[in-house]
């Protein structure tokens, strides 16, 4: 499975973006998909992830009312919809694919490439 993430840019504090991760090569409701961030200097975590039907989510207590996670698997698609960005969100976001329910990293087996969301105050 390829995985290509995009909609990253630069933001002020309370602003809003929308990623995106097309998924292609493989059949896409085999797979769990999630979102991690890696922020400078850190390690990568999780933020959120969902279930092939679209009807179990679990997300990083510290998104949870500002980032909506959801898929459209007709168009082999996962949307991140991140709401009242705050700096400290300011990351490269990957989104991940995994056979297994997870929010470790190392359970996702197919991963993006990456796409920047800076955060400014």
């Known amino acids: 499975v390829q995985l290509q993430a995009y909609g990253g840019g630069s933001v002020q504090t309370g602003g809003c973006l929308r990623l995106?991760?097309?998924?292609?090569?493989?059949?896409?409701?085999?797979?769990?998909m999630g979102w991690f961030r890696q922020a400078p200097g850190k390690e990568r975590e999780f933020v959120v992830r969902?279930?092939?039907?679209?009807?179990?989510?679990s997300y990083k207590y510290s998104v949870k009312g500002r980032f909506t996670i959801s898929r459209d698997n007709a168009k082999n698609t996962v949307y991140l919809q991140m709401n009242s960005l705050k700096p400290e969100d300011t990351a490269v976001y990957y989104c991940?694919?995994?056979?297994?329910?997870?929010?470790?990293?190392?359970?996702?087996?197919?991963w993006g490439q990456g796409t920047l969301v800076t955060v400014s105050s």
């Open positions: 995106s991760c097309l998924a292609s090569g493989g059949t896409f409701t085999n797979y769990f």
């Open positions: 969902i279930r092939w039907s679209g009807d179990s989510t």
């Open positions: 991940a694919a995994s056979v297994r329910v997870s929010t470790w990293d190392r359970e996702y087996n197919f």
